[in-house]
Nanobody, 120 residues
Framework: QVQLVESGGGLVQAGGSLRLSCAAS????????MGWFRQAPGKEREFVAR???????YYADSVKGRFTISRDNGKNMVYLQMNSLKPEDTAVYYC??????????????WGQGTQVTVSS
């Protein structure tokens, strides 16, 4: 398995941008689909975006056109560039390693999460 550590969260005004980073350690990073999920207070964890080894991506409809996921396989890093942020994007964001799926149960390694707060 891989160990994951997120960073880059914070407080931003609506319309602003943030870039989240996820550092992976351990073996077989390249063997995993990497994903970003988020969880707002009182809500279930929801899928945001995922990326495969060759850079193929898939996004939730709610973030399509605003968020961009990327990975640097040489540095074992995954990124989530978030633009045009909205108050409803406020959540704890998690990096995860798994398979080509939008379901949290299909991801076997998770980071500790990083808080993103968007003020109106």
């Amino acid at each position: 398995q891989v160990q994951l550590v997120e960073s880059g969260g914070g407080l931003v005004q609506a319309g602003g941008s943030l870039r989240l980073s996820c550092a992976a350690s351990g073996r077989y990073f390249r063997g995993y689909i990497m994903g970003w999920f988020r969880q707002a207070p009182g809500k279930e964890r929801e899928f945001v975006a995922r990326i495969n080894l060759s850079g193929g991506t898939y996004y939730a409809d709610s973030v399509k056109g605003r968020f961009t996921i990327s990975r640097d396989n040489g540095k074992n890093m995954v990124y989530l560039q978030m633009n045009s942020l909205k108050p409803e994007d406020t959540a704890v964001y998690y990096c995860a390693a798994g398979v080509w799926s939008s379901q949290p149960k299909d991801f076997i390694s998770w980071g500790q999460g990083t808080q993103v707060t968007v003020s109106s």
